[in-house]
C-alpha cells in the first residue's frame, strides 16, 4: 500500500502545477476549478492510502521480490447464475437515456432497477437457494 499512496501524491503534485498552467494560460474558470478540485481529491487518496499503509502488514505489492503469485488468494463469492446485473444494467441504461430523450423514461427505469437491486440483495434468502 505504500506505493499506492506515493503514486497518488505524485498524482496530486503533477495535477496542482498543470492547474496553474492552465489557470494562467486559459484564464478559464471552470477548468481550474476541475483540476484544483481533482489534486484535492488526490491529496485525500493519497493521504488516505499512506496513512493507512503505516498499520497494516507489508503487502506482496510493497515487496521488490515478490511473484505475482504472492497476492493470488480469494477474490470473493459471485453468484454464477444470477439475472438481477441484467435488469440492472438495463435499467441504468434506461435511466441515463431518461437524461437526453425525457424524464418520462424514469417510469420505466426505476422499478427495473428497485426490482434488480431487491433481487440480488436477496437472492440467497429465498426460493431454492435459501440457506437452511
Known amino acids: ?9 505524485w498524482l496530486s ?5 498543470m492547474a496553474v498552467v492552465y489557470g494562467v494560460w486559459s484564464k478559464e474558470a471552470a477548468g481550474t476549478t476541475a483540476l484544483v478540485m481533482a489534486f484535492g481529491l488526490s491529496v485525500m487518496i493519497g493521504f488516505y492510502l499512506a496513512f493507512t499503509a503505516r498499520r497494516v502488514d507489508v503487502g506482496a505489492q ?4 515478490a511473484d505475482v503469485a504472492d497476492d493470488a488468494g480469494e477474490v470473493g463469492f459471485f453468484s454464477p447464475h444470477s439475472w438481477q446485473p441484467l435488469a440492472l444494467g438495463i435499467g441504468g441504461a434506461l435511466a441515463f437515456l431518461a437524461i437526453a430523450m425525457g424524464w418520462w423514461l424514469l417510469y420505466f427505469s426505476a422499478p427495473l ?6 433481487g ?13
Open 13 to 17: 503534485a503533477f495535477i496542482l502545477v
Open 120 to 132: 440480488w440483495v436477496f437472492e440467497y434468502y429465498r426460493g431454492e437457494n435459501q440457506n437452511q
Open 113 to 118: 432497477i428497485l426490482v434488480g437491486l431487491y
Open 62 to 65: 510493497d515487496d521488490k521480490e
Open 1 to 9: 500500500m505504500k506505493i499506492q499512496g506515493k503514486m497518488f501524491l
